[in-house]
């Protein structure tokens, strides 16, 4: 099974700063990579995939990079809406499962 | 409107079984990959397993915590897939979500709200 491993935890940062979120494959997969964000009692959104492509009406200041093992998510210019956890998950084909981080939690400083 | 509607979900107690129900609207539901996904309380997100379309043979796919208990099915006529779990166990506990995404990439780009599943005596 393919470990994700997501960091910080949880990242503190301004309204109107950039964040940067990092995510860890234990194993290669490619750009098979994945974000979500999700808000308290709501279903997580699609943001990002195939590592850097954004989702269906995702603003363009979430960009996503890497491949292989290591991956980011930025968000150039954070909203109060910014303000989330966010996931990220392998596809990689094949075996499943489809492995996902343990999160990151966005919090306002 | 692109939307998934879970139900089926509830109290039940260890050993039992539960089946749940993923109603598609607003998308080309038979050509999509369908997923469950789950979520305990204050925990991340644990995909749970996955069925293909027609095109690809309605394959399925589960987590090791839930193969040889949980099965995924699909009915394209009705636009809905199901997930049926038995054997209970309280680590089951957990919200479920239902999403769909491309047939071949394992990405899920709609979701439904969610249902709830207590398993407890």
């Known amino acids: 099974e393919i470990v994700m491993t997501q960091s910080p935890a949880t990242l503190s940062v301004s309204p109107g700063e950039r964040a940067t979120l990092s995510c860890r494959a234990s194993q290669s997969v490619s750009s098979n990579l994945a974000w979500y964000q999700q808000k308290p009692g709501q279903a997580p959104r699609l943001l990002i995939y195939?590592?850097?492509t954004r989702a269906t009406g995702i603003p363009a200041r979430f960009s996503g990079s890497g491949s292989g093992t290591e991956f980011t998510l930025t968000i150039s210019s954070l909203q109060s809406e910014d303000f989330a956890v966010y996931y990220c998950q392998q596809y990689n084909n094949w075996p499943p499962p489809y492995t996902f981080g343990q999160g990151t939690k966005l919090e306002i400083k | 409107e692109v939307q998934l509607v879970e139900s089926g979900g509830g109290l039940v107690q260890p050993g039992g079984s539960l089946k749940l129900s993923c109603a598609a609207s607003?998308?080309?539901?038979?050509?999509?990959?369908m997923h469950w996904v789950r979520q305990a309380s204050g925990k991340g997100l644990e995909w749970v397993g996955r069925i293909r379309s027609k095109a690809n043979s309605y394959a399925t796919a589960y987590a090791a915590s839930v193969k040889g208990r949980f099965t995924i099915s699909r009915d394209d006529s009705k636009n809905t897939a199901y997930l049926q779990m038995n054997s209970l166990k309280t680590e089951d506990t957990a919200v479920y979500y239902c999403?769909?995404?491309?047939?071949?990439?394992?990405?899920?780009?709609?979701w439904g709200k969610g249902t709830t599943v207590t398993v407890s005596s």
């Open positions: 195939g590592a850097s």
């Open positions: 607003g998308f080309t539901f038979s050509g999509s990959a």
């Open positions: 999403a769909g995404g491309p047939p071949v990439y394992y990405y899920m780009d709609v």
